[in-house]
């Protein structure tokens, strides 16, 4: 059998904002790099408002 990964990583990033009448978004990205025979992504979103 293959030896296991020793080293991998999880890279992300996000961006937020900010609109007028109380809005917000964010969107985030997430990725694991290194990893033999396993591909993963993840992205997260959201809305918000004040009232």
């Known amino acids: 059998s293959d030896k296991p990964d020793r ?3 999880n890279v992300g ?7 007028g009448h109380g809005f917000s978004a ?3 990205y997430e990725t694991v790099l290194d990893l033999r ?3 993963a992504h993840r992205v997260v ?3 918000r408002m004040t009232f």
Not at 13 to 19: E, H, K, L, M, Q
């Open 7 to 9: 080293d991998f990583y």
């Open 37 to 39: 025979d396993v591909t």
């Open 26 to 28: 964010f969107v985030f």
């Open 45 to 47: 979103g959201g809305l």
């Open 13 to 19: 990033a996000g961006v937020s904002a900010t609109f």
